[in-house]
């Protein structure tokens, strides 16, 4: 049976340059890419985020997965991160932001997953596209009006969230399931490299460096020399191989490249 989509992936983390502990945990292995950006301090954030990818490593090898995989993966590292808090007595929490891979009736699909504001991108035909969308009080500003992107950027509320995995919140991931099309690039990321690398130039670099694992680590190292005052995490995926039909496989130099339309679950965009 062919697979619903082949990829090839790169990732790359940096301490940074403020703080002691690198927070972040990142999966990156088909069929799952996952960054968590663990909060806390005192280690309970890197606990935190090891315990939700190592929840969804047991998802590794396998061909394709479905939401309910996913809820249940979640629901784990939910489980998981709440027995941290229970037996520190911290406020241990983390992000979780990627893609997995899926199918539906045989074709190849990503699912997205976000709670939190670690981000998931996609760069297709050239652009580049957040999947995802933020839980945070800066993004709750920007939709209301009173802040722009650019202000954004400075303000000194940006690293508030209102959504995570533990760190007292109860909040629901959001998911968004879409088709996957051969050349399409995906971006998974910590807000240390959103933070120190404007999106024009993310895309330049992910246009730019064709091996993922070099995407990855041109990257963090901008982030680091930008400022690195948080730590990153990238991981880059490109589907080289898509199921279009049952049985049929489309190769990365044979398809249009443009974007489709997302179909948007549990909430999803804005």
């Known amino acids: 049976m062919t697979a619903p989509l082949t990829v090839v992936a790169g990732s790359s983390t940096h301490t940074g340059r403020r ?3 690198n927070e972040d945990s990142s999966l990156a292995c088909a069929p799952v890419f996952v960054v968590a950006d663990g909060m806390g301090g005192h280690e ?5 985020s090891a315990a ?7 998802l590794i090898g396998r061909e394709a997965l479905g939401l309910d995989d996913v809820r249940q993966a979640l629901a784990r590292a939910r489980g998981a991160v709440d027995a941290l808090v229970t037996t520190t007595s911290s406020r241990a ?9 899926s199918s539906v009736d045989g074709l190849g699909y990503w699912l997205a997953l976000n709670i939190g504001d670690s981000r998931t991108y996609r760069f297709a035909g050239g652009e580049l596209e957040q999947i995802t969308v933020d839980h945070s009080v800066i993004q709750e500003l920007i939709d209301a009006g009173e802040l722009t992107a650019e202000t954004a950027m400075h ?16 909040g629901d991931a959001d998911f968004w399931l879409f088709p996957a099309d051969a050349g399409d690039r995906m971006l998974v990321c910590s807000d240390g490299l959103t933070a120190e690398v404007p999106d024009a130039r993310i895309r ?19 982030a680091v020399e930008a400022g690195g005052r ?5 991981i880059v995926v490109d589907a080289t191989a898509v199921a279009a039909r049952p049985g049929a496989v ?11 339309p997302r179909e948007v679950l549990n909430g999803g965009a804005r």
């Open 93 to 101: 929490g983390t992000t979780l932001s990627g893609v997995v891979i």
């Open 44 to 48: 309970a954030g890197e606990r935190a």
């Open 155 to 170: 303000d000194t509320r940006r690293n508030v969230i209102t959504r995570a995995i533990g760190g007292g919140s109860s």
């Open 250 to 260: 489309v190769l990365s130099d044979e398809v249009d490249e443009a974007t489709r």
């Open 230 to 234: 948080d730590n990153i995490t990238v």
């Open 52 to 58: 939700v990818t190592t929840a969804f490593a047991a």
């Open 204 to 222: 330049e670099v992910l246009a730019q460096e064709r091996d993922p694992q070099r995407a990855a680590a041109v990257l963090t190292a901008e």
């Open 19 to 21: 703080r002691a502990l």
